[in-house]
């Protein structure tokens, strides 16, 4: 054989070696990264269903408050009317006061 035939042979050995080592690294990877995966699914999963639940709470936390403010104001319109009611007789009596 000759020499450049050796050095192309030790080379093909020295590169497959190589190509072994990084495709177990790789493997090894991809499996950590499939466990991560579905960890990760099972999190977004989690994530979606508490932002539905929170979605609910939401809108019956505004629905309580539209109620509450829609009674509020027909409250305050209620006592505005009475107020402007009480004012008028109290009005007309210092209208008729001699100065």
């Not at 990760?40 to 999963?45: A, M, P």
């Not at 403010?69 to 009596?93: E, F, Q």
């Amino acid at each position: 054989m000759s020499a450049l035939t050796k050095v192309f042979i030790v080379l093909h050995v020295v590169l497959t070696m190589l190509l072994t080592a990084g495709l177990i690294v790789f493997v090894n990877r991809t499996e950590n990264w499939k466990q991560a995966s579905a960890g990760l699914e099972s999190r977004l999963v989690t994530a979606k269903n508490e932002k539905e639940e929170l979605n609910d709470q939401l809108l019956v936390t505004r629905s309580n408050y539209d109620h509450k403010l829609t009674a509020l104001n027909g409250d305050l319109l209620n006592a505005r009317n009475d107020l402007s009611t009480r004012r008028r007789p109290s009005r007309a009596r210092t209208s008729r006061l001699p100065i």
